[in-house]
């Protein structure tokens, strides 16, 4: 698809001053343009690049009655000599598997691409280029019907918005607390825990206030049947370092399906890691805490990377992991994947794309 089959409006002048940049914090700023590409008669439209804006909505909006909508959540660099995205392949494909499960018309691979080259090319500007910061990309698709029946929509909306984020923690990569929640589960199998949809967050955002409350950062997230074996935490993907082992949960069905997690994975087989994706319950998790034998845990996903976990509560059961620390495994993943982001590792596996 060419540049020129989507239609322009620029915005009349630009947002962006150089204090926006230095200090962006975490999606509350919106770059000058998006991408618009609505769905109907059974097609999508031209796509179109617009000004950054609120857009009229109808009460009767079947996404604010019926919650029809998928996201997804990717990040472009600002590398030495260019603007890289990483992985834009993969997260195009999950918002197409979201979408299956969503009842949701898929997107096409190039128009997708297309649109979102076209997109930060015109935006270049906001791509930080401090070390550590990168322009967060969130396209989504909502169901566009006004009306009030449970039915599958006609009509959808695809848009892309773009927003300035800087690094992830304040002082380096702090461990993040964990908390199991007694009471609530997150998805089950066959539900929509696979899918990246606004629903699996409305089902976890009570245990995830009660974690807070405690002094938690995030719920790890145990299966929704037998509640014993690990799942995800919220919003990232679980690694387990223990012994010689690295596991994470397998793909069962009620766990999303991170990029990070992908790379992750990729790269430690590439390393000669030993890496199993299988069921893992919290109480193995506790057996090799006590045995001295849990050396690291760390959670993935697009915003921070590799996140750290210095510690795990499960009822009663309180268990430190490194001494609260940054283990070498999880350091050493957290500096390569950066390192590809911003073009200073080999790209190896064709993960960056570049937009300009
Ligand atoms: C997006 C997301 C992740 C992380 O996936 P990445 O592709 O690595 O960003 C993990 N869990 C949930 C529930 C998510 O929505």
Not at 314 to 325: A, L, P, S, Y
Request: glycine content about 10%.
């Amino acid at each position: 698809m060419l540049d020129a089959a989507i239609e322009t409006t620029k915005a009349g002048r630009t947002r962006l001053t150089e204090a926006l940049l230095d200090n962006p914090g975490f999606g509350h700023i919106f770059s000058d343009h998006m991408l618009v590409m609505d769905y109907a008669d059974g097609a999508w439209k031209t796509p179109r690049i617009v000004p950054f804006g609120d857009m009229p909505i109808s009460p009767a909006l079947c996404t604010l009655h019926y919650g029809q909508a998928i996201f997804e959540g990717l990040k472009a660099f600002h590398a030495k000599d260019g603007i890289n995205v990483f992985r834009p392949g993969a997260y195009h494909a999950r918002m197409n598997r979201s979408g299956a499960r969503l009842c949701i018309p898929a997107v096409d691979h190039d128009v997708f691409i297309a649109g979102l080259t076209a997109l930060l090319r015109l935006d270049a500007e906001w791509v930080p280029k401090r070390h550590g910061y990168s322009l967060y990309i969130r396209p989504f698709i909502f169901a566009a019907d006004n009306y009030l029946g449970v039915k599958v929509s006609e009509t959808y909306r695809f848009m892309v918005i773009t927003s300035p984020v800087g690094a992830y923690y304040k002082e380096g990569i702090n461990p993040v607390r964990l908390m199991t929640s007694g009471e609530f589960v997150r998805a089950v199998r066959g539900g929509l825990g696979e899918a990246k949809t606004p629903a699996n967050y409305a089902a976890s955002i009570l245990a995830a206030e009660e974690a807070k409350k405690k002094g938690f950062t995030q719920v790890l997230w145990l299966d929704g049947v037998e509640r014993r074996y690990v799942e995800e935490a919220g919003t990232m993907n679980v690694f387990f370092l223990m012994g010689e082992e690295l596991v994470t949960p397998a793909l069962t069905g009620s766990v999303l399906a991170g990029i990070t997690r992908d790379s992750v994975i990729t790269l430690a087989k590439d390393w000669g890691v030993n890496i199993s994706e299988r069921r893992l319950s919290i109480d193995e998790v506790i057996e090799a805490s006590a045995k001295g034998a849990l050396r690291e845990v760390f959670g993935t996903g697009t915003a921070a990377v590799i996140s750290p976990v210095g510690e795990i509560q499960h009822g009663d059961r309180r268990i430190v992991i490194n001494n609260g620390k940054i283990g070498l495994l999880s350091k050493r993943m957290y500096d390569h994947i950066t390192g590809m982001q911003y073009g200073d590792e080999p790209d190896r596996f064709g993960w960056c794309y570049r937009v300009s």
